[in-house]
Nanobody
C-alpha cells in the first residue's frame, strides 16, 4: 500500500520559514515524481512544486518561485519543501502527492496517491 506522510506544518509570522517533509513508502515503480500541492479554504487545490526521481528536475508555480525550494533524497524516498519569506496568502493545507513517470507537471489529475495534508498558517 502506497503511503505518503507529510510533516513540518505550523504557524509562522509573515517573512518566516517552514520546512515540510514528505515520506513516501509502499511503491515499487522506479520512475516517479513527487509534488507539493496546497488548498486554501474555499479555493481549488493548486500545484506548488514537484521533483522527478530520475534526474532531480524540478518545477515551481510562479507564486512560489524564488521563495520555495524542493529537494529529494531518493534513497530514503523523502522529499522536502523549504519555504522562505512566507506570506499570509501561503496559508493552506499542504499535500504531497506521487505520480508514475518522471514528467514534472503540477496537474492534480496526474497524481495517483496523496497524503493527508499538513496545515501551514502564516500570520500578518
Amino acid at each position: 500500500e502506497v503511503q505518503l506522510v507529510e510533516s513540518g506544518g505550523g504557524l509562522v509570522q509573515a517573512g518566516g520559514s517552514l520546512r515540510l517533509a514528505c515520506a513516501a513508502s509502499g511503491f515499487t515503480f522506479d520512475e516517479y515524481a513527487i509534488g507539493w500541492f496546497r488548498q486554501a479554504p474555499g479555493k481549488e487545490r493548486e500545484g506548488v512544486s514537484c521533483i522527478s526521481s530520475s534526474d532531480g528536475s524540478t518545477y515551481y508555480a510562479d507564486s512560489v518561485k524564488g521563495r520555495f525550494t524542493i529537494s529529494s533524497d531518493n534513497a530514503k524516498n523523502m522529499v522536502t519543501l523549504q519555504m522562505n519569506n512566507l506570506q499570509p496568502e501561503d496559508t493552506a493545507v499542504y499535500y504531497c502527492a506521487l505520480k508514475r513517470g518522471i514528467a514534472v507537471v503540477l496537474w492534480v489529475d496526474e497524481y495517483d496517491y496523496w497524503g493527508q495534508g499538513t496545515q501551514v498558517t502564516v500570520s500578518s
